[in-house]
């Protein structure tokens, strides 16, 4: 398998915020944001794998600005991270108001994807080459996260086992 760079793995989507997407304020509801990141960050991982994927994590969310109603929500989504079987992919999100053109970086997002086969077992993907200076530094900061992903968990684990043992 070829690797592949995380431009060939860049999707872009947008969506107009409507009233049924919104809270009593006006913005965009968070479960609805994280919908289109979902999907937006899918994407990105099929993309770079040829293969349906399956979500494995959502690591974080940061919600900075909301985004209103009337405007227009983009989200650019690429991979960052390839191991084995899983990718990490990086969620930007950015809202333009119509009427005057401007843009907002909003939120971003990094989320785990599997690929799977056609009986929903886990795959091998290839291999990513990060370009770019960033690309690398993204790439380096992925290892990390991912290192955090798993302490995450462990530690979960014990706590389950935990409480299975009590019960």
């Not at 650019?76 to 907002?104: H, I, P, Q, Y």
């Not at 690398?136 to 043992?165: F, G, H, P, W």
Request: glycine share 6%; charged share 30%.
């Amino acid at each position: 398998m070829r690797a592949k760079t995380p431009r060939e793995s860049m999707v872009e989507m947008t969506e107009l915020v409507l009233p049924n997407d919104t809270n009593l304020l006006g913005n965009l509801l968070g479960g609805r944001l994280m919908h289109l990141i979902d999907i937006a960050g899918a994407m990105a991982a099929q993309r770079h794998c040829n293969r349906a994927v399956v979500t494995a994590c959502i690591d974080s969310v940061d919600f900075r600005h909301p985004v209103k109603q009337g405007r227009a929500v983009i989200l650019r989504a690429k991979v960052t991270w390839v191991g084995r079987t899983s990718m990490e992919v990086r969620v930007d999100v950015f809202s333009e108001d119509f009427l005057t053109g401007n843009r907002e970086f909003n939120s971003n997002a990094y989320l785990t994807f599997v690929a799977v086969d056609s009986e929903g077992k886990p795959v091998e993907v290839c291999g990513l080459c990060p370009e770019t200076e960033d690309e690398k530094k993204e790439y380096e900061a992925a290892i990390k996260r991912r290192e955090e992903r798993l302490r995450r968990r462990n530690a979960m684990q014990s706590v389950m086992m935990r409480c299975d043992a009590e019960q």
